[in-house]
């Protein structure tokens, strides 16, 4: 049996970070770890390829090799995932597809032939041993959670880290926490489950030979939702692991800010060599997190926790949300006031969505204000707000204009190195290791921003502050001017789509029926 493995492109979003990728010399963020379990677990004698659109585009030819095409998708895909199978469909494939996309509604893509819904330890066995006796399903769900200590190693031999920004591993699934526009939970509980300390050390050990990666994103829905498990568990594995291996990885994950109530938990994590930490911060607004049930970010400082943090060591990458059915006439403006003075070097501002599966599209449901299917588009929503679509589609628009062009966020991240500090025990010392590629591509880009991009003055300007004032953070200075520039470009994006687009925030032509709404 001949299986090709489809991960579809990811939407030109912040999160694919598709300039900062080309910036240096790579062509996508993340490899599809999803899809390289899946290929571990298909029987060994079995032959499989695996193409990634974000890394390359998918030829008849590799159709036609397959007896079957699996696909694997997430919400943000769905408009390559219809090419995929218009595609697919014209030579006649089969097609088998799983992934957040087709869970929550698998009923609104025809042209599949099997659908391998929740998670796959669980429904793929049960697919194959059916296609195996030749009674193969349409449908293959489960309520159940699947454990995740027996999930295999990713086969990652399927693809060439060389393609890739940052490696990724998941240690953890769920999330106890339950804010109503994510569907974490719905997908994978409140208890996190957790693999064992081993399971992580065997995967980083396989990136570490790979040789090509710095970074590793710990791809946890949060980790820190089971604390005692990380604490006792896989955090002193990494820190061990780190002392005898010495692989110059650095982690990334998301998490709650709840970590900074911790001080066991960030000392560990920074030995451990985790530094950038993605946290949902959402809105200053307290009604606005209390209707959202953003219940672990109330009764507390979040300034003054976002600077604790900073100064510990971590670096923060902040996500907020506007359009609230509280939000009031200045919440625009204290958003853009918060992320000045957090000093969060790198913001993503987005409008309130109601994916499939949260509880904010249930309520939106009922009320009859879902709008549209959902998509995760950055600047549009499935939702009638509250406040009106053109007041909406302002202040979304002034508040993403008062922080992603240069004179603006340079100037917050020079606030941000004036507070960070390095950690005091930061885990094992490490000399940065480049190839000859790498760092062609780093210099090249550094010459771009600095020489030939038009808000090249802003970066120079930059260097040569932080070179006379915090020289011991110039590293990180080079990095933020990089990021910065995937913000620039998503705002010119953000803007000519609005631009474009003046119906974004109204319904299609009415709001969608109860009916309509699956």
């Not at 060439?160 to 939970?185: E, H, W």
């Not at 400082?301 to 600077?307: F, P, T, V």
């Not at 970066?459 to 590293?475: E, F, G, I, M």
Request: proline content about 4%; hydrophobic content about 40%; some cysteine.
């Amino acid at each position: 049996m001949k299986i090709l493995l489809v991960y579809p492109e990811m939407y030109d979003s912040f999160y694919a970070f598709k300039h900062l990728a080309s910036l240096i010399g790579k062509k996508a963020a993340f490899p599809p770890l999803g899809l390289l379990t899946v290929a571990a677990m298909l029987p060994q004698n079995w032959e499989r390829k695996l193409i990634d659109l974000n890394v390359k585009a998918l030829s008849d030819s590799d159709i036609e090799w397959a007896d079957m095409v699996f696909v694997s998708a997430m919400n943000v895909q769905e408009e390559s995932v219809r090419k995929i199978i218009a595609q697919c469909k014209r030579k006649n494939a089969t097609i088998v597809a799983g992934g957040p996309l087709f869970t929550h509604e698998h009923e609104r893509f025809e042209g599949i032939d099997h659908f391998v819904l929740n998670e796959a330890e669980i429904t793929l066995p049960l697919f194959l041993a059916d296609l195996e006796s030749g009674r193969a399903k349409p449908i293959y769900k489960t309520a159940e959670f699947a454990d995740v200590s027996k999930t295999p190693l990713p086969q990652m031999d399927l693809i060439n880290m060389k393609d890739y920004l940052y490696a990724i591993v998941q240690f953890s699934r769920g999330c106890p926490y339950l804010c109503d526009f994510c569907d974490v939970t719905t997908l994978y509980g409140r208890k996190p489950r957790t693999k064992s300390a081993e399971q992580i050390i065997a995967e980083l050990e396989l990136i570490h030979k790979a040789g090509e990666s710095q970074n590793v994103l710990f791809a946890d829905d949060n980790l820190i939702g089971n604390k005692k498990i990380l604490k006792s568990e896989l955090l002193p594995a990494l820190i061990d692991w780190q002392y005898k291996t010495n692989p110059g990885l650095y982690f990334i994950t998301q998490l709650t800010i709840n970590l900074a109530d911790d001080d066991e938990m960030m000392r560990l994590m920074l030995e451990a060599k985790f530094r950038n930490v993605f946290i949902g911060i959402e809105t200053p607004d307290e009604d606005s997190l209390k209707l959202s049930l953003k219940n672990q970010n109330l009764k507390r400082d979040i300034l003054s926790n976002i600077h604790r943090l900073h100064q510990a060591g971590f670096t923060i990458m902040g996500g907020f949300i506007v359009g609230f059915d509280t939000d009031k006439d200045n919440s625009f403006k204290n958003i853009i006031d918060f992320i000045q003075e957090s000093g969060i070097p790198i913001p993503i501002v987005n409008v309130l969505k109601a994916p499939p599966g949260t509880a904010l599209f249930d309520r939106m449901k009922r009320e009859n204000r879902l709008s549209r299917h959902f998509t995760f588009s950055e600047g549009e929503t499935n939702i009638i707000p509250v406040m009106g679509a053109e007041r909406l589609k302002n202040g979304f628009l002034q508040v993403v204009s008062s922080i992603y062009p240069a004179e603006h966020s340079y100037k917050r991240v020079k606030r941000f190195l004036t507070m960070h500090e390095f950690p005091k025990n930061g885990g094992v010392k490490t000399k940065e290791k480049y190839t000859f590629s790498q760092l062609y591509h780093i210099i090249k880009a550094i010459i771009k921003l600095a020489v030939f991009d038009k808000d090249g003055k802003h970066y120079r300007d930059l260097l040569l502050w932080t070179y006379k004032n915090k020289r011991t953070h110039l590293s990180l200075a080079l990095m933020y001017g990089m990021m910065l520039y995937q913000l620039r470009e998503n705002h010119k994006q953000i803007v000519t789509t609005l631009s474009r687009s003046a119906d974004v925030y109204e319904p299609d032509s009415k709001p969608m029926l109860l009916a309509e709404a699956v």
